[in-house]
């Protein structure tokens, strides 16, 4: 009998164990979103860059609901001796920003090129700074993100990109813990019965 209720007890914490780990605790309920509902920025926000020519050129792939300022987003040399010019992006959408006011503002995926010089001859590898800011539509405004990139000869981001998610990782975490469960359910000193020869 006493199996059978740890059994019923161990298949309901496990059970039970995934709508645990989405609930919100009491403080939060009721309220519209709080940081834990965001994607990290590297993930709301995915840049890369390559170089065509003499023209570097950066992708942002920008995660449904996030989007980046244009006035916020710079390229710049980082590399010695390289110099780059005033970066050119398309035409954004414009949206009243609560913060902020008329903003014009990227979604989905942008492409930003900046056409380049050095005056090293190839010695050094071209390195550019890209700075960006971003939002997600829900509320959260990212600070401002800072990144050294070394274009290379890669192919673009995606149009479709795939964006992996912070909770991918739960499965694992359920799985230790019920094997974990499992563990605390045995009896302590318990010996394993051997046949009597």
């Not at 920025?41 to 050129?57: K, L, M, Y």
Request: with cysteine; proline share 9%; hydrophobic share 40%.
């Amino acid at each position: 009998m006493k199996r059978l209720i740890r059994a019923a007890l161990c298949s309901a914490l496990i059970l039970g164990l995934p709508a645990a780990l989405e609930a919100k605790p009491w403080w939060l309920r009721g309220a519209q979103s709080n940081e834990g509902d965001f994607l990290p920025p590297d993930v709301a926000f995915r840049v890369g860059s390559r170089i065509d020519g003499n023209v570097v050129r950066v992708q942002w792939g920008i995660a449904d609901g996030y989007y980046l300022y244009r006035d916020k987003m710079k390229i710049e040399a980082e590399s010695p001796d390289l110099t780059v010019g005033p970066p050119s992006f398309p035409k954004g959408t414009m949206k009243n920003d609560p913060n902020l006011g008329l903003q014009e503002i990227f979604t989905q995926q942008i492409e930003g090129a900046v056409a380049f010089n050095r005056s090293d001859y190839g010695a050094h590898p071209v390195q550019i700074r890209v700075t960006y800011q971003g939002c997600a539509e829900a509320g959260l405004c990212y600070p401002p993100i800072t990144k050294v990139l070394f274009p290379g000869s890669a192919t673009p981001l995606p149009h479709h990109q795939a964006l992996t998610y912070p909770w991918e990782g739960d499965a694992i975490i359920a799985g230790g813990l019920a094997f974990l469960l499992a563990g605390l359910t045995l009896r302590k000193g318990r010996r394993l019965e051997t046949p009597m020869s």
